[in-house]
């Protein structure tokens, strides 16, 4: 079945470590997003791309780095200069890219960091 | 960037009766589009239901409503014969129709229980 898929599903780290959430998509789509989920906070956007090699800042990209060497895969590196790295992960992707349609987001099923 | 403000952490509805959800948002753009989320209690996000700026009629999807108010900034979804499965964290979204890809702004959520 097409869809998303995020690993590990649970992870965790001591304080100064980096860590790598991995996001692979199988549906063709140009676009891939990463999210932050925080109790009471809706979803912040991190990173987004709209094609292979190119990626843009969201609102709260500070501490986190991205890369998109492969259309299928957009993973997100938790830097140790992120200071409050404890939340939950949610990659998504859609149809299309600079401005074709109403592109619906797809989302994985996320991942729950927690610093020790 | 775009605001979009959910005003009601938490709703409460008996099981086949109407409840509705508010969401207002804060742009000068004329052309954009407007979504709900549903995030069950998995995490996996599923669209609801999605609104373009640019139509005047008011999207429906089986059960699930809106209610677009342009000139207010307002975009409320109407739930009618609530089921137990409805309980969910709901999310409103806000989408440029421009030339950035397909980022969408969240609200904070909306947390609905729904009793027997």
């Known amino acids: 079945d097409g869809g998303i898929t995020q690993s590990p599903k649970y992870l965790f780290r001591k304080e100064g470590q980096n860590v790598t959430l991995s996001c692979e998509q199988n549906?063709?789509?140009?676009?891939m997003y990463w999210y932050r989920q925080d109790p009471g906070q809706g979803l912040r956007l991190i990173y987004y791309?709209?094609?292979?090699?190119?990626?843009q800042k969201g609102d709260i990209a500070e501490g986190y780095s991205v890369s998109r060497e492969k259309k299928e895969s957009f993973p997100l590196t938790v830097t140790s200069a992120q200071k409050n790295p404890t939340a939950f992960y949610l990659c998504?992707?859609?149809?299309?890219?600079f401005g074709q349609g109403a592109g619906e987001l797809f989302f994985g099923e996320g991942s729950r960091l927690t610093v020790l | 960037a775009q605001t979009v403000t959910q005003s009601q952490p938490e709703m409460s509805v008996q099981e086949a009766e109407t409840v509705t959800l508010s969401c207002t948002y804060d742009?000068?753009?004329?052309?954009?589009?407007l979504f709900w989320y549903k995030q069950p209690p998995s995490r996996q996000m599923i669209l609801v239901i999605r609104?373009?700026?640019?139509?005047?009629q008011n999207a429906t999807e089986n059960r699930f409503s809106v209610n677009f108010q342009k000139a207010a900034k307002s975009f409320s979804l109407k739930i009618s014969d609530s089921q137990l499965g409805d309980a969910a964290m709901y999310f409103c979204?806000?989408?440029?129709?421009?030339?950035?890809?397909?980022?969408?702004?969240f609200g904070k959520g909306t947390s609905l229980l729904v009793t027997p």
């Open positions: 609104q373009e700026a640019y139509k005047q």
């Open positions: 742009t000068s753009e004329s052309d954009y589009y």
């Open positions: 791309s709209q094609i292979v090699n190119d990626f």
């Open positions: 979204a806000y989408r440029s129709a421009g030339n950035s890809g397909y980022a969408l702004n």
């Open positions: 549906l063709n789509h140009d676009a």
């Open positions: 998504a992707s859609s149809i299309g890219a």
